[in-house]
């Protein structure tokens, strides 16, 4: 089936550091790519989206660009601040399903 | 818009009793989702539905839990004889259906003693 990686567990950095977090996805068809945020209490949120190749998404400074090559939407951001810290989910939707497959989440600490 | 609501915030049950959990789709939307969030298992689905018809409901513990959507304007999820394992964050989402976004509610946080 469907599934998404993320590689980082959790992320430290220090304000206005760069931020990379890693998404690779394996899907049979040609999937949606999802990130989401998520701050304590909350639900996720819905941070951006890209649906083809090469197209990149972009929300609050973060950006992603799809790769089908290389099956990945890796997460950046060039100058974290202390308010970006969440939890961020990469995420996937096939065409042939409402459903949407999440990864493990990766908990991100940015210290002033 | 007041997006996806959930009802209660949160729940305390005794081991045994019955938990139902709300939530209010943004209007619209014709896909709701259930999910189970917890520290150790993550995000996990739990069921589905598309214009009121359950479509998949394969993360389902097929014991105590059951889900409903009786109008296009609410979703319950039913636990029964709840457990302490049960406890978690109950997460509700909506979308247009296909690929389109999911947008979450703020979660029903339920601990069963």
């Known amino acids: 089936g469907d599934s998404v990686t993320q590689t980082e567990g959790q992320v430290a950095l220090s304000e206005e550091d760069f931020l990379t977090i890693h998404c690779n996805y394996s899907?049979?068809?040609?999937?949606?790519l999802f990130w989401y945020v998520q701050y304590p209490g909350e639900g996720p949120q819905f941070l951006f989206r890209a649906s083809r190749d090469k197209e990149k998404g972009s929300s609050r400074g973060f950006e992603a660009t799809y790769n089908k090559e290389a099956t990945s939407f890796h997460l950046q951001k060039a100058s974290v601040q202390e308010s970006d810290s969440a939890v961020y989910y990469c995420?996937?939707?096939?065409?042939?399903?409402?459903?949407?497959?999440f990864g493990t989440g990766t908990r991100l600490q940015v210290s002033p | 818009n007041a997006g996806v609501i959930q009802t209660p915030r949160h729940k305390v049950t005794g081991k045994g009793q019955e938990a139902t959990l709300w939530c209010e789709p943004i209007s619209g939307h014709s896909a709701v989702f259930w999910y189970r969030q917890t520290i150790v298992q993550g995000l996990e689905f739990l069921t589905y539905?598309?214009?009121?018809?359950?479509?998949?409901d394969s993360g389902m513990p097929k014991e105590r839990f059951s889900a409903q959507m009786p109008n296009q304007s609410h979703s319950t999820l039913k636990i029964q004889s709840t457990q302490p394992q049960d406890s978690a964050v109950y997460l509700c989402?909506?979308?247009?259906?296909?690929?389109?976004?999911?947008?979450f509610g703020p979660g029903t946080r339920l601990l069963v003693l």
């Open positions: 539905f598309r214009n009121q018809a359950p479509i998949d």
């Open positions: 995420a996937l939707s096939d065409r042939n399903t409402d459903k949407v497959v």
């Open positions: 989402a909506s979308s247009s259906g296909g690929q389109d976004t999911q947008y």
């Open positions: 899907a049979s068809g040609y999937p949606a």
